[in-house]
């Protein structure tokens, strides 16, 4: 199972990323997808995930009504559409997959299967 996120990279406060997520190995329309973010010093925390089956999606609150997050089961591939980025967002952002995920443990990292490496998204103020 791999999970190759990508995307990241530098950009100024208020702008705009797209990461991507893609996934081989596994039936990838049987999972959830989260993705997390890892800031220096900081604890992995959540970000955002989106159920296999009906495809709704959460967010952390402190991301909610900037960020997106969509799959494309077709292309085998997760997306986090970021806009209007703070320098507090600057963190490795890692994907992962989870085939037992539900509402109580969508922020759990202990409930997610399979992790991508991670990408560096720097926020400059």
């Known amino acids: 199972v791999q999970l190759q996120a990508s995307g990241g990279g530098l950009v100024q406060a208020g702008g705009s990323l797209r990461l991507s997520c893609a996934v081989s190995?596994?039936?990838?329309?049987?999972?959830?997808i989260g993705w997390f973010r890892q800031a220096p010093g900081k604890e992995r925390e959540f970000v955002a995930a989106?159920?296999?089956?009906?495809?709704?999606?959460y967010y952390a609150d402190s991301v909610k009504g900037r960020f997106t997050m969509s799959r494309d089961n077709a292309k085998n591939q997760g997306y986090l559409q970021m806009n209007s980025l703070k320098p507090e967002d600057t963190a490795v952002y890692y994907c992962?997959?989870?085939?037992?995920?539900?509402?109580?443990?969508?922020?759990?990292?202990?409930?997610?299967?399979?992790w991508g490496q991670g990408t560096l998204v720097t926020v400059s103020s």
């Open positions: 992962a997959l989870s085939s037992r995920l539900i509402m109580t443990t969508i922020r759990a990292p202990g409930y997610y299967d399979y």
């Open positions: 190995g596994l039936t990838f329309d049987e999972y959830a």
């Open positions: 989106v159920f296999k089956n009906n495809g709704n999606t």
